[in-house]
């Protein structure tokens, strides 16, 4: 696969030559609070690792794949509150992904998937108007169909920083997590997912003031790569759908 970031322009000419339908894929993610035992960068790293595994998976099936570089701010009222965590206004989010995803076609790629791991409602809702009418795609893991793949956490509503999130970042930079920390933290079965439903709009009006929800305690690298083949399938399926 082709890293955007890393790439020479003669690279990517010679990709597009070869290949005009190349997939590029998009890590969508957010610089916000993830507990005491886990960076900011959290879905960052998760939208990497998920991006870069699908391209993977999408070159053994023949597709040309591209990953580019993740964007990094995004709507994160919810750990406003929490030191470190940087956001921005839906709309300046919005209009950021259009801007890129235009970009990304100007440069020659018909083929754009977003890969997103940064959950708040806000924020989907935002990629979801940035990509409106572009022919881009988006792999939202909060639609009912890939939902129900992942973990019995997920399905909870109790994976901000828990298990799941934690699992995925063992499987992919786990010298990034404080495994001195997390091992004290008790499970918080919150369902996060039905407080923000209820109105709740922040995670520390839903009952967590360490910035986490579920059991990291509970985390493992295996998990995290079994959670990472779901992902990764559901991208291949939109991709597939998308361009058939």
Same mark, same amino acid.
């Given at each position: 696969?082709?890293?955007?970031?890393? *790439?020479?322009?003669?690279?990517?000419?010679?990709l597009?030559?070869?290949?005009?339908?190349?997939t /590029?894929l998009?890590?969508? =993610?957010?610089?916000?609070?993830?507990? %005491?035992?886990?960076?900011?960068?959290?879905d960052?790293?998760?939208?990497?690792?998920?991006?870069?595994?699908? *391209?993977a998976a999408?070159?053994?099936?023949g597709?040309?794949?591209?990953?580019a570089?993740?964007?990094v701010?995004s /709507?994160?009222?919810?750990?406003? =509150?929490?030191?470190?965590?940087?956001?921005?206004?839906?709309?300046?989010?919005?209009?950021?992904?259009?801007?890129? &995803?235009?970009?990304?076609?100007?440069?020659?790629?018909?083929?754009? &998937?977003?890969?997103?791991?940064?959950?708040?409602?806000?924020?989907?809702?935002?990629?979801?108007? *940035?990509?409106?009418?572009?022919?881009?795609?988006?792999?939202?893991?909060?639609?009912?169909?890939?939902?129900?793949?992942?973990?019995?956490?997920?399905?909870?509503?109790?994976c901000?920083? =828990?298990?799941?999130?934690?699992?995925?970042?063992l499987?992919?930079?786990?010298?990034?997590?404080?495994d001195?920390?997390r091992? =004290?933290? %008790?499970?918080?079965?919150?369902?996060? *997912?039905?407080?923000?439903?209820?109105?709740v709009?922040?995670?520390?009006?839903?009952?967590a003031a360490?910035a986490?929800?579920g059991? %990291?305690?509970?985390?493992?690298?295996?998990?995290?790569?079994?959670i990472f083949?779901?992902?990764?399938?559901?991208?291949?399926? &939109? /991709?597939?759908?998308?361009?058939?």
């Amino acid at each position: 696969m082709l890293k955007l970031a890393e *790439a020479a322009w003669v690279d990517v000419r010679d990709l597009l030559g070869g290949a005009p339908t190349a997939t /590029v894929l998009l890590p969508v =993610g957010a610089l916000e609070a993830h507990g %005491p035992h886990l960076p900011l960068a959290t879905d960052v790293i998760i939208a990497e690792g998920l991006a870069r595994r699908a *391209a993977a998976a999408l070159e053994a099936e023949g597709r040309a794949a591209a990953v580019a570089p993740a964007i990094v701010y995004s /709507v994160t009222e919810y750990a406003g =509150g929490f030191a470190g965590t940087v956001g921005i206004a839906a709309e300046t989010a919005a209009q950021h992904v259009r801007g890129i &995803v235009a970009g990304l076609a100007r440069a020659g790629f018909a083929r754009i &998937v977003l890969g997103n791991a940064h959950l708040e409602p806000a924020h989907i809702a935002s990629l979801r108007a *940035a990509i409106d009418g572009t022919g881009a795609v988006l792999a939202d893991c909060t639609e009912k169909r890939f939902a129900r793949t992942l973990t019995d956490e997920y399905k909870r509503g109790a994976c901000h920083a =828990g298990s799941y999130e934690t699992s995925l970042v063992l499987a992919e930079r786990p010298e990034l997590v404080r495994d001195g920390r997390r091992a =004290g933290l %008790p499970p918080l079965p919150i369902d996060l *997912a039905r407080a923000m439903r209820a109105g709740v709009r922040t995670f520390a009006e839903a009952g967590a003031a360490d910035a986490y929800f579920g059991d %990291p305690a509970a985390a493992t690298a295996v998990e995290g790569e079994w959670i990472f083949a779901r992902l990764v399938e559901m991208v291949l399926a &939109v /991709v597939r759908e998308r361009w058939p």
